[in-house]
């Protein structure tokens, strides 16, 4: 079965940095990937997708600090945060999309499976 586990989240100072990991398993050829993350009281939101050939897609609100890269290979992907702040304090999921699809877009209806998540926390 597939499994998407998270790592490498954590409380870190704001203008610090991260690096997410996404372990991935069970995926039956190499698929759509893509972050997503969840504030305290809001909806989940998209950060972004990154196809099966590295090329990755942002959502507008995270253009700039989130670089989005994977290793085929290891069946791993990760998510750079620079800078931090303290709006980024969320939940970080990774998704992997159920089937080779034409387009990597980061919106949750092209993916079907889910990590646990990673807890980024920022403090000011």
């Known amino acids: 079965r597939v499994q998407l586990v998270e790592s490498g989240g954590g409380s870190v100072e704001s203008g610090g940095s991260l690096r997410l990991s996404c372990q991935a398993s069970g995926l039956p050829y190499r698929v759509c990937l893509g972050w997503f993350w969840q504030a305290p009281a809001k909806e989940r939101e998209a950060v972004g997708a990154i196809d099966t050939n590295g090329r990755p897609k942002y959502a507008d609100s995270a253009k700039g600090r989130f670089t989005a890269s994977r290793d085929n290979d290891k069946e791993v992907m990760f998510l750079e945060i620079k800078n931090l702040k303290p709006e980024d304090n969320a939940m970080y999921y990774c998704?992997?999309?159920?089937?080779?699809?034409?387009?990597?877009?980061?919106?949750?209806?092209?993916?079907?499976?889910w990590g646990q998540g990673t807890q980024v926390t920022v403090s000011s």
């Open positions: 998704a992997a999309a159920g089937g080779s699809w034409p387009s990597c877009e980061p919106h949750e209806e092209n993916f079907d499976f």
